[in-house]
T-cell receptor
């Protein structure tokens, strides 16, 4: 069966510091991968998606970037965090239609 | 543009009551998919159901049932005999299929917080 992992689970970082969040998927190959952010108001916003290694599409211009160095690894990064980057970050994978989500990373920028 | 509306921000019920969560969507696509996800306090989104636009048959899974009506662009979710463990935020979502189905991006509603009181 497929499993999706995210780490860290929680993170507190100062403004201006770098960020690296990692997502890995087990039990499937060549999945589509997604990064979402859920702000305090509850809505889910798609940030990036990837259909293959090195293929990244950005949905919203922002302070973040994504990379897919391996088939089942998806990384969300920032060179300098802003206060507005705080939120709950969710990674998801899909093969056909449903997306399956990881446990999320709660990021607080202070 | 595609859009999902969950007009109910919060619902509070007492255990064993039935509750219906509303979802209305907008799309110009003739083929699309609708989903419901549950987000318990732990935060992880749990997939509940997918419905294809060409299949309007209602579905029942235990205490859960879904009513899909294309005529009113609605995909409502009913929990029968609610339990405290049903307390969560529930999201309705619509898929945007592009690139021959390659990306399948989801458009989420803003969610409905369901609180089931004992």
């Amino acid at each position: 069966s497929q499993t999706i992992h995210q780490w860290p689970a929680t993170l507190v970082q100062p403004v201006g510091s770098p960020l690296s969040l990692e997502c890995t998927v087990e039990g499937t190959s060549n999945p589509n991968l997604y990064w979402y952010r859920q702000a305090a108001g509850r809505g889910l916003q798609l940030l990036f998606y990837s259909v293959g290694i090195g293929q990244i599409s950005s949905e919203v211009p922002q302070n973040l970037s994504a990379s897919r160095p391996q088939d089942r690894q998806f990384i969300l990064s920032s060179k300098k965090l802003l206060l507005s980057d705080s939120g709950f970050y969710l990674c998801a994978w899909s093969r056909l239609y449903e997306q399956y989500f990881g446990p999320g990373t709660r990021l607080t920028v202070t | 543009a595609q859009k999902v509306t969950q007009a109910q921000t919060e619902i509070s019920v007492v255990e064993k009551e039935d509750v219906t969560l509303d979802c209305v969507y907008e799309t110009r696509d003739t083929t699309y998919y609708l989903f419901w996800y549950k987000q318990p306090p732990s935060g992880e989104l749990v997939f509940l159901i997918r419905r294809n636009s060409f299949d309007e048959q209602n579905e029942i899974s235990g205490r859960y049932s879904w009513n899909f009506q294309k005529s009113t662009s609605s995909f409502n979710f009913t929990i029968t005999a609610s339990q405290v463990v049903d307390s969560a935020v529930y999201f309705c979502a619509l898929s945007e299929v592009s690139g021959g189905g390659a990306t399948n991006k989801l458009i989420f509603g803003t969610g409905t917080l369901l609180a089931v009181q004992p």
